[in-house]
């Protein structure tokens, strides 16, 4: 058995995610102005680790345009590198031993070239967990990590920012609305954590994907919750 000092090693946790766990402001127009992110102590991160105190590590490992297992179209090989699959192995040995991930993605697996169907939209978050189940040199000894996996919210019309929305099309925003069902099925299977985060906020009317700071806070009062229940099933004292 791992015995713990968390004054000395705090419990990590590896929020591990897109844009939305990044913390990406929407926009109402388009711009050649890189994505601005949302402040310390407003993105649903920071709000976690502000809840939960220093005895937790919280680490943001958020990108913009992240898939889970499928490579979009982009220039000079650049796909590549947003493949979930291919460097959640990476993230998960540079912050060893993770005790717990979060895993949010699969809003931009919604995109026109990738097109999953209802019976594929939760395959990338599957192979994500059996990635995790398999690189046990991350894990705390012999103990695998606590997984909770977050149902992303639907997408909507953008009002704003719709040349972003046309991405994603009517194809997507369907099936985003299955999201919660898909990934709780998943959760269920692969005996993981489960919250899903459609079920409390939606996306910004700007750009019908990115959370306002309003959703980011309520977000992070939803999974600070969640890790607090899970937290006390594996009786980890943190005060």
């Given at each position: 058995?791992?015995?713990?000092?968390?004054?000395?090693?705090?419990?990590?946790?590896?929020?591990?995610?897109?844009?939305?766990?990044?913390?990406?402001?929407?926009?109402?127009?388009?711009?050649?102005?890189?994505?601005?992110?949302?402040?310390?102590?407003?993105?649903?991160?920071?709000?976690?680790?502000?809840?939960?105190?220093p005895?937790?590590?919280?680490?943001?490992?958020?990108?913009?345009?992240?898939?889970?297992?499928?490579?979009?179209?982009?220039?000079?090989?650049e796909?590549?590198?947003?493949?979930?699959?291919?460097?959640?192995?990476?993230?998960?040995?540079?912050?060893?031993?993770?005790?717990?991930?979060?895993?949010?993605?699969?809003?931009?697996?919604?995109?026109?070239?990738?097109?999953?169907?209802?019976?594929?939209?939760?395959?990338?978050?599957?192979?994500?967990?059996?990635?995790?189940?398999?690189?046990?040199?991350?894990?705390?000894?012999?103990?695998?990590?606590?997984?909770?996996?977050?149902?992303?919210?639907?997408?909507?019309?953008?009002?704003?920012?719709?040349?972003?929305?046309r991405?994603?099309?009517?194809?997507?925003?369907?099936?985003s609305?299955?999201?919660?069902?898909?990934?709780?099925?998943?959760a269920?299977?692969?005996?993981?954590?489960?919250?899903?985060a459609?079920?409390?906020?939606?996306?910004?009317?700007?750009?019908?994907?990115?959370?306002?700071?309003?959703?980011?806070?309520?977000?992070?009062?939803?999974?600070?919750?969640?890790v607090?229940?899970?937290?006390?099933?594996?009786?980890?004292?943190?005060?």
């Amino acid at each position: 058995m791992n015995v713990r000092n968390y004054d000395k090693e705090p419990y990590s946790i590896l929020c591990f995610g897109d844009s939305n766990t990044w913390g990406c402001i929407p926009m109402w127009e388009e711009s050649t102005e890189p994505s601005r992110r949302y402040a310390w102590g407003t993105r649903w991160t920071s709000i976690l680790q502000e809840n939960l105190g220093p005895r937790v590590r919280v680490i943001e490992e958020g990108l913009g345009g992240r898939t889970t297992i499928h490579e979009l179209p982009k220039p000079n090989g650049e796909g590549r590198l947003k493949v979930a699959e291919s460097f959640l192995p990476v993230c998960l040995l540079t912050n060893r031993p993770v005790d717990m991930v979060i895993l949010m993605l699969g809003t931009n697996d919604l995109h026109i070239p990738i097109c999953p169907t209802k019976e594929t939209l939760g395959e990338g978050v599957r192979e994500l967990i059996h990635v995790i189940d398999e690189e046990k040199k991350a894990w705390n000894g012999d103990k695998r990590p606590r997984i909770l996996l977050i149902a992303p919210p639907r997408l909507e019309k953008a009002k704003g920012r719709t040349e972003l929305w046309r991405n994603f099309g009517e194809n997507g925003l369907q099936l985003s609305l299955m999201f919660g069902e898909v990934y709780r099925q998943v959760a269920l299977d692969e005996q993981v954590d489960f919250l899903d985060a459609g079920a409390y906020i939606g996306p910004s009317e700007a750009d019908g994907i990115h959370l306002t700071a309003e959703a980011h806070f309520i977000l992070g009062k939803e999974i600070t919750e969640k890790v607090e229940e899970i937290l006390c099933n594996e009786q980890v004292n943190l005060k």
